[in-house]
């Protein structure tokens, strides 16, 4: 067993605190990390607070972990003792699916779907409609932690030039925005919307630049308007500007909304052209009653995604390298995340919070 | 002027009633049609109650019209007197915008939209951008009547070997079906779903049959089943039956929703494949709440689709012809249309009423 400090939320009321736990040995594919980074999602305070309703305490959150690798199982190629690499939101998947056998395992079909980083699998046994539990475990902790073990083939080398700290929100946040751009095929002159300005938004931003497209930023914040300008938006529209809204009526190739809670796409699906589509990647939850008036009338779609495959993360890690796109980051202590969840919630964050890993700091704090 | 004899409400609560009016001569590249037959759509009970709130009455309904050429504007060459055409929900557009120039006008984005049947442009003056009104009239009086004047652009050839009455709902319930059928690629193998057994559900289930699916249907009616599968359906699927809606789980390449009112989409979404869609064409209102966690989940997408264009309706006049495929129907004569229009609300008809114009009969009943 391997020791292990980490922050857990015992409760849905409970603020993080320190936890000593210990891990599983590695089996022969899978690796341990020490963790080096990790970034703060909106997610993990939806999961720390059961916001969705599935939560299983203890819970330590973590999924935009990067990591040094500090041992292998004896069948693992993949890595070497030593290497730096990333885990998002999966640690492994049931491998035999249609969607794990074409390489998109965040689809994965199989009777627990695919096994989380933390919180366990996606469908744990209760809900499996086999009864199974495939992954032998309904907990699994975060990378708010000081190690993590996870399968050789769930982690991503980190491409050289890109700085650690600065790899782990494309973990998640990267990925996520980063799949739906490239699936509904944006690409260079295409006029693209990013609805919220936070974590993922900014990210959405940076990567569809990249990809050619013209960006425009909707948002409640005013005061971050300067901000998006500067990350490459063409022009920011506050969520309140009927005036804005109408001007782009009918304007926009593909809208992703990284809005984390319930909101309205209606005032977005106006904005669309004809048989073009908006997404909802943050918002994992009933949302505002459509009006199929306007999606019909413009054979418009709305549709979800979720995260992205290992490929995808690999290729967003690749892409970011490339175009050197880094995300803006905020580093903190992992004591510091309690605040650092308030800011996060109130929108009040430029734009991602990576926790830097230093315990003996955090026994002492 | 054009004498005309029609069927017409003069308010929500109005029964429909004779009616007597004239209709502009026709202009040099219009025709005038007798009109033969008229199909009864669930969207004319919409429009004659005011069900969608943009009803200008007095309301003349009827869009699936067969009449026949009895004059001819000067510069008129794609029709002579004498032949048999249909006229489904438009009988005009912009012609100049994108979706037009790519013969796309039932999504016509000028700025009063394509001009209707009946009820006048989809856009009205008072709504457009603009504040034009390019068509002159607010106000068109549709096929529940004995005479129809339309641009010869708008009329489609009735194939030889489809009989007159039976051509008649393919005008509208034909190519709102089959537009996205097409849309969304169905083809042979893939497994369709069909929500409502009506007269837009039955032809859909006969179109999705002969493009090579497998068609399940999903109804209210129990009494409908034996139909449902005369027609062509594999599986009827109450939509009480909870069990066949978790075994069906996952297993659906394309849905399409043609029920006319708010319904919930949520329990069609977890049949879909990953990466596939419902598409909903008959409830032109807000619906009922989607959640987003179902739909991000396996990247599935939600969409809408409004009739056909001009090509879409001669081809699926063609598609009928070639793979004879005819709508189920009922003829009634004009003053039964009243009756009709309770059968429909009810669902309670196998599938689609057809008005045989007799305004003798008319004017003595």
Not at 277 to 300: D, H
Request: contains cysteine; hydrophobic residues 40%.
């Amino acid at each position: 067993m391997i020791k292990t400090l980490g922050y857990v939320a015992d409760h849905p009321g409970d603020q993080l605190h320190l936890f000593s736990f210990e891990r599983d040995e590695p089996r022969e594919t899978e690796i341990v990390l020490d963790v080096l980074y990790c970034g703060v999602c909106h997610s993990d305070i939806h999961q720390v607070k059961n916001e969705w309703g599935n939560t299983v305490y203890p819970c330590v959150p973590g999924h935009e972990v990067v990591g040094r690798v500090s041992r292998i199982g004896e069948a693992v190629t993949r890595v070497r003792v030593g290497d730096v690499v990333g885990v998002g939101c999966m640690i492994d998947s049931c491998r035999t699916c249609e969607a794990c056998e074409q390489g998109e395992e965040n689809y994965c079909q199989g009777p627990n779907s695919w096994l989380a980083t933390y919180n366990g699998p996606m469908i744990p046994k209760a809900k499996a409609r086999t009864g199974e539990n495939m992954y032998g475990r309904d907990n699994t902790y975060g990378g708010y932690s000081s190690t993590l073990v996870v399968s050789q083939d769930f982690v991503i080398k980190i491409p050289p030039r890109l700085p650690y700290a600065a790899a782990a929100p494309l973990l998640c946040a990267g990925v996520t925005t980063y799949s739906p751009l490239k699936h509904w095929g944006v690409t260079a002159g295409h006029v693209v919307g990013v609805v919220g300005m936070g974590g993922l938004g900014h990210l959405a931003v940076k990567l569809a630049k990249a990809m050619g497209a013209e960006v425009t930023v909707f948002t409640t914040h005013a005061e971050k308007t300067d901000a998006a300008l500067d990350i490459g938006a063409t022009r920011v529209v506050l969520e309140s500007d009927q005036a804005a809204f109408e001007a782009l009526a009918g304007q926009i190739d593909f809208i992703l909304s990284t809005v984390p809670q319930k909101h309205d796409l209606n005032p977005y699906i106006l904005l669309l052209k004809r048989d073009k589509t908006v997404v909802a990647v943050g918002a994992l939850e009933p949302m505002a009653p459509l009006n199929n008036m306007q999606i019909a009338f413009n054979c418009k779609s709305t549709a979800g995604s979720l995260i992205g495959s290992i490929a995808e993360t690999e290729e967003v890690l690749t892409f970011c390298a490339d175009h050197e796109i880094t995300p803006n980051i905020h580093l903190i202590d992992i004591n510091g995340v309690n605040a650092a969840f308030k800011d996060v919630e109130r929108g009040d964050v430029r734009f991602r919070y990576v926790i830097k890993m230093d315990w003996m700091d955090a026994m002492g704090g």
